[in-house]
């Protein structure tokens, strides 16, 4: 068996990378004090762990970056219904092992691709909120 791949070692693709942005705002159950009173003695905070904030929302914000490919693994399985799912992942120069790597489907050949892809997967996002999906807690 022979394996083609999207890209080659060597080569300068961009990869999607993805950071987690965190919306804060004062604890409801102390209201911000970080500290909540049991039985007029006051105890730290159990939602906030007395730090008197929360998390109210957060979500994945993408954007592009340029890598160059170190590495790459493919992999391919039969399932049970005779599918064949197969894998393909790559390590770069700036992220190092597979495991801090990159699924085929975040590379792209050019920043153009990339930042369309960032666009949807944030459009998605703003869907699923619109429809109550995620989001605020
Ligand atoms: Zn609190």
């Known amino acids: 068996m ?3 791949t999207k890209y080659d070692i ?3 693709v961009w990869a999607l990378e993805s950071a987690t942005v965190k919306n804060e705002g004062p604890c409801h159950l102390c209201d911000g004090t970080g ?3 049991i ?3 006051y105890r730290r905070c159990p939602d906030c762990a007395g730090g008197g904030n929360r998390t109210t929302s957060e979500w994945t914000v993408y954007h592009p970056r340029l890598v160059t490919i170190r590495g790459i693994r493919v992999s391919m399985a039969q399932s049970q219904s005779g599918d064949f799912r197969r894998n393909e992942s790559y390590t770069t120069r700036e ?3 597979f495991e801090a790597g990159w699924d085929v489907d975040r590379l792209f050949a050019t920043q153009g691709e990339a930042r369309a892809e ?3 997967l944030h459009a998605a996002r703003s869907e699923a909120l619109a429809a109550g999906m995620e989001g605020e807690r």
């Open 39 to 41: 039985k007029g003695l």
């Open 2 to 4: 022979r394996f083609e």
């Open 95 to 97: 992220t190092g092992a």
């Open 35 to 37: 500290s909540v009173a």
């Open 10 to 12: 060597g080569q300068t």
């Open 118 to 120: 960032a666009g949807r």
